[in-house]
């Protein structure tokens, strides 16, 4: 048996906001009729418990969507199954998800069962302490990366009235004209992502995703947030030539700035690329959009601008900083529930549920 794919996304970003949650988008595929919603605290197996089960699933091929944590991105926060038509993920904080129709469709784990908490409660004191440091960790990190954001936006406001928005229109409907193909009369189903987010290790891209997945790739060179205007049109005329179609956000801006959009049904993806989005893999088109700024108009600013992306890069690098921090922090405060779980309760969980689930595949 052919094993199946496993692709990877993010769910949840840090943004200038705070945490952005898309956690409602789980169940945005029509196929899912079964969720699976793990509650328990930091370091109880419920990342290790999504994993083997995902790849259970693909050993008996299934695709399955691995979906990380932006916190900790070795994390998985859930994984998605059409083929098994269910979805597990960790309802926990930042994410907390609770079901709307329990029993009926949602079911809790309870991780919490599996654990001794008179030894937890010892360490109640550090535990709380600890609480207290991530969350400062966040506070800053947040306040760094909300700093960055208006930094880009200025860059984007200086370098807006010298571009040339309606050559990109006209490029766009040209690659739709040659690209995107009816399937049906139905509209296409938008999948909220993000293929990329700020991370402990740093700006994290999942170009694997892309690489693996997609045979026919547009890499959209963009330094000042042009790939928008491009993309936002892209997926208008996906949707209405009736194909589901991931929508992959800007952690910057998670709900105005399109960054990737992927559309399987025509194995086709456009990626944006910059400095701090790195995609090496050969694709088919090469567009550089830094090419419809007016050269002349930049040039007079460009002493400016570069001051701005430096910057830029340096609030990132304080933020990114803090969440590293902020990760090491957290890995301390699961070494005082490590050792009060009963992980041979977990195995039984998942020898018990992982046959129901497999057996949904037939």
Request: glycine letters at 6%.
């Amino acid at each position: 048996m052919p094993q199946g794919k496993k692709y990877s996304f993010f769910l949840g970003a840090n943004t200038p906001r705070g945490f952005y949650s898309a956690f409602d988008s789980l169940t945005d595929d029509k196929a899912i009729d079964q969720v699976f919603i793990i509650k328990g605290g930091p370091g109880c197996g419920k990342s290790s418990f999504m994993k083997k089960l995902g790849s259970k699933l693909i050993d008996t091929g299934a695709d399955t969507e691995f979906i990380h944590c932006s916190s900790d991105p070795d994390s998985l926060d859930g994984i998605i199954s059409p083929k098994a038509k269910t979805v597990i993920c960790d309802g926990t904080s930042p994410h907390v998800t609770e079901p709307k129709y329990p029993g009926a469709f949602e079911t809790y784990l309870n991780f919490a069962d599996f654990w001794d908490s008179s030894k937890i409660k010892k360490n109640y004191t550090d535990i709380v302490a600890l609480n207290s440091a991530i969350k400062q960790c966040y506070r800053r990190a947040y306040g760094f990366i909300s700093a960055a954001s208006k930094v880009s936006d200025e860059m984007f406001a200086t370098i807006l009235p010298f571009t040339e928005i309606a050559k990109i229109e006209k490029r766009t409907k040209g690659i739709i004209s040659r690209e995107i193909h009816n399937k049906s009369t139905s509209e296409g189903v938008v999948k909220k992502r993000f293929l990329s987010s700020f991370t402990p290790k740093g700006i994290l891209f999942l170009s694997d995703t892309v690489s693996s997945l997609f045979n026919r790739v547009y890499r959209l060179s963009d330094t000042y947030g042009l790939s928008h205007f491009m993309l936002s049109s892209i997926v208008k005329a996906s949707c209405a030539a009736g194909h589901d179609t991931y929508v992959c956000y800007c952690p910057m801006n998670p709900e105005g700035k399109i960054d990737h959009v992927l559309i399987p049904d025509l194995s086709l993806a456009f990626v944006t690329t910059n400095d701090n989005l790195p995609y090496s893999d050969d694709s088919d088109r090469h567009i550089r959009l830094d090419a419809y700024i007016n050269r002349d108009q930049y040039l007079d600013t460009r002493d400016q601008l570069r001051q701005w992306k430096k910057n830029y890069q340096l609030l990132l690098d304080q933020a990114l900083q803090s969440i590293h921090t902020a990760n090491s922090f957290h890995d301390k405060l699961e070494t005082y529930y490590v050792p009060a779980m009963d992980f041979s309760k977990v195995n039984k969980l998942f020898d018990e549920l992982c046959p129901k689930i497999l057996d949904r595949m037939n």
